[in-house]
Structures are given as C-alpha cells and as structure tokens.
C-alpha cells in the first residue's frame, strides 16, 4: 500500500472525528448563552413562581424543552402578553383564572430578567 492512500484515510477519519466531536458540543435545549442568576425583587420572584408553575415543563429556565428557549427571544412585552393570552401552536392560553392579570405582569417581568441576566 503506498503512503497516499494511508495519509488521505487517516485526513478522512481525522475529519470524521472532528465532525463528531464538533457535533456532540452544541447545545441540544436550543437556548442562547448560559444564564446568571436573575436578581430577584419580590415582583421578579413572584413572577419566578408563576413561571414555575405554568411554563417551567416546557422552557426549563427559560431554555428550550417541548417548547423553544425563550430567555435568547427579544420579543416586546406586549407581544409575549398576547402569546401567552391566547397561545399559539402548540401552547396553550392562560386566561386570567390561570393566570391574574398582576401574576402576568410579575411573569414578564422574570422573563425579562432571565433574558438580560449575564
């Protein structure tokens, strides 16, 4: 076996193993940076309740799980008030017996924070 065909198998399986690790160190959750701890307010924390309790399943902190990250999504507010009103796709709608008009304000208010924490 000449030496050409050694070398160019070798450049191949070294590619292949560059791909694989290349790969196997993306990020499978779909989210943006790692987030810092959000500071907390009492508003802030209560809206972290509230996202606990009715988001957390499918953006755990804010990342993507059943549903796409969130913390990495510059949306205004009004438009993730909507959202999260009347659902879309597969989420559903929270009306105000889910979820109080002040417990939505205190949400958004967390999301925001999630989203700038560094």
């Known amino acids: 076996m000449s030496a050409r065909p050694l070398c160019a198998a070798a450049a191949l399986a070294m590619l292949g193993l560059v791909a694989a690790v290349a790969g196997g160190c993306g990020n ?24 606990m309790r009715n988001c957390y399943a499918c953006h755990p902190a804010g990342q993507g799980g059943l549903g796409p990250a969130i913390n990495n999504k510059p949306l205004p ?21 889910d979820i109080s008009d002040a417990e939505l304000d205190h949400l958004l208010d967390y999301v925001v924070a999630l989203r700038h924490a560094k």
Do not use: C, W, Y
């Open 28 to 51: 499978s959750r779909r989210a943006g940076p790692a987030a810092a701890p959000v500071p907390m307010t009492a508003d802030i924390a209560d809206g972290r309740r509230v996202f």
């Open 77 to 97: 507010r009004i438009l993730m008030h909507t959202q999260i009103r009347q659902g879309f796709g597969a989420m559903p709608g929270f009306n105000e017996k």
